[in-house]
């Protein structure tokens, strides 16, 4: 299997963008995405990572299968996510699991059947 390209900063916005009712904001001095301004990821500035909002359950699995690509961020509820080691259309998956945990249920069920 071969390793996939490095996702840009630009591709994770972009990705995190095409989300319902999400927008850029910063905290921290880092940029990060929300819905209702409730934060479902981040860009840290320094690092070629995407943070990522998750339940414990889903980030033990994604370290299990890969830890050199996924790894514990903040206390079993954010994934740090390698940028140089994922792909985009997992990425894609893994925003929007990260949208869906703070978005209204409602616009996560009228989006999911939007894309049906």
């Keep these: 299997m071969s390793k996939p390209s490095p996702i840009s900063a630009e591709t994770v916005r972009r ?3 095409a989300l319902p009712q999400t927008v850029e904001s910063s905290h921290f001095a880092q940029p990060d995405f929300r819905v209702r301004n409730k934060i479902f990821a981040t860009l840290p500035r320094a690092a070629r990572v995407v943070c990522l909002k998750t339940t ?6 994604l370290v299990a299968a890969d830890a050199e690509t996924f790894s514990n961020e903040w206390r079993g ?9 994922v792909s985009a ?11 869906s945990l703070v978005a209204p249920k409602a616009l996560v069920k ?3 059947a939007s894309r049906e």
């Design 15 to 17: 990705l995190a963008l």
């Design 56 to 61: 414990p359950v889903n980030l033990d699995a």
């Design 77 to 85: 509820r954010w994934v740090r996510v390698r940028l140089d080691r």
């Design 89 to 99: 259309p997992i990425l894609a998956d893994l925003l929007f699991d990260a949208w």
């Design 110 to 112: 009228s989006y999911r």
